[in-house]
């Protein structure tokens, strides 16, 4: 049959037979390229994540450092502070002091706080108030519930309407807050000279500033009814030094020295800004002791539950040709 066909017959057979191969060859190279690219991209790919997650990794190793070098030192070295205004504005910074309830483990000076609710009432309850205390926040703190309640009942309070619609007087209960200095902010402003004594309830660590009181230094001229403390912002105050040696007399026996007497107010202060310190640290540690048990628990039974699948070993048998 071959011998029948023509010389252009097969000429073109033959043409058609080489083109057909030149599209395959051509197609092959095409998706080895394709392979080629794809594995370059992925390989690209993964060299971008790396790369990503080292520069990451640096960067959160120099902010570290730089925050714990802030931490220790306070500034940067090779960056300067600016302020807006003079330092003296701010006040002088005072010391950190090493107060007994300020570890971990520490409770509160009970005494202390006893002797420093003396030195609010007797000294500064005349001017600042206790907003957010009651009377039975003391019970069992510094006061046992008869002498607090015998300190609530010495003070009236209005109460009312009874049942003749009028309001009326009556002696302190357990359940009253402790009685403001003054009625309103007016009267408190008309008598201290327009300024108004702040409340004492969330302020805490003034012990610099009731011990800070000096004469002004040369240069510095304060006007009259002010006083210079360098631990207030400006220099400047209106409330005079009220501590002395021996202005209070303590029950208990301690030397009523300035420092001491400040250091005692400071620590009643401390705890009526956080009445909860003591307990929170007792709940905080039984947490911690609870989570650690079961921490450890859950450890232990991690590695018995995982253990024997961890450690075993799967062998494959193919199994045997027997045609042969």
């Known amino acids: 049959m071959l011998s029948r066909l023509s010389a252009g017959a097969l000429k073109h057979a033959s043409n058609l037979r080489a083109a057909r191969s030149s599209t395959l060859l051509s197609t092959s190279r095409s998706a080895s390229v394709r392979f080629a690219s794809s594995n370059a991209s992925s ?21 570290g450092t730089i925050a714990w070098y802030t931490h220790l030192y306070g500034t940067l070295p090779f960056v300067g502070e600016v302020h807006a205004s003079h330092l003296s504005d701010e006040g002088l910074h005072p010391a950190a002091y090493p107060w007994s309830h ?19 009432r007797e000294v500064c309850a005349a001017c600042h108030s206790l907003d957010r205390i009651a009377w039975r926040n003391l019970v069992g703190v510094s006061h046992n519930a008869d002498e607090t309640r015998a300190m609530a009942e010495e003070v009236e309070y209005t109460d009312g309407p009874n049942a003749e619609g009028e309001m009326f007087q009556r002696p302190g209960k ?13 009267a408190a402003r008309a008598g201290n000279a327009g300024a108004l ?23 510095v001229e304060i006007r ?65 002791i609870i989570l650690s048990a079961c921490f450890a628990l859950s450890l232990y039974v991690k590695r018995f539950k995982w253990t024997v699948i961890k450690n075993r070993k799967i062998f494959y048998n193919p199994p045997a040709d027997k045609t042969h």
């Open 102 to 120: 300020k570890g971990i483990f520490d409770t509160f000076d009970h005494a202390s706080i006893r002797r420093g609710y003396q030195v609010y």
């Open 224 to 288: 009259e009814g002010m006083n210079y403390n360098p631990f207030f912002p400006g220099g400047a105050i209106s409330m005079a030094r009220v501590l002395f040696d021996g202005v209070v007399e303590f029950d208990d026996g301690t030397p009523a020295t300035t420092s001491q007497m400040a250091k005692d107010v400071v620590t009643f202060l401390s705890w009526a800004a956080e009445p909860e310190h003591d307990e929170r640290k007792k709940y905080g540690i039984k947490a911690v």
């Open 174 to 186: 357990l359940a009253d807050y402790m009685p403001a200095p003054y009625p309103n902010e007016e």
């Open 197 to 219: 004594p702040p409340d004492l309830s969330l302020i805490d660590y003034i012990f610099s500033l009731l011990t800070g009181y000096i004469d002004p230094p040369a240069g």
């Open 43 to 63: 390989s690209a790919f993964e060299s971008a994540v790396n790369s990503r997650a080292a520069l990451a990794s640096v960067s959160l190793f120099t902010v």
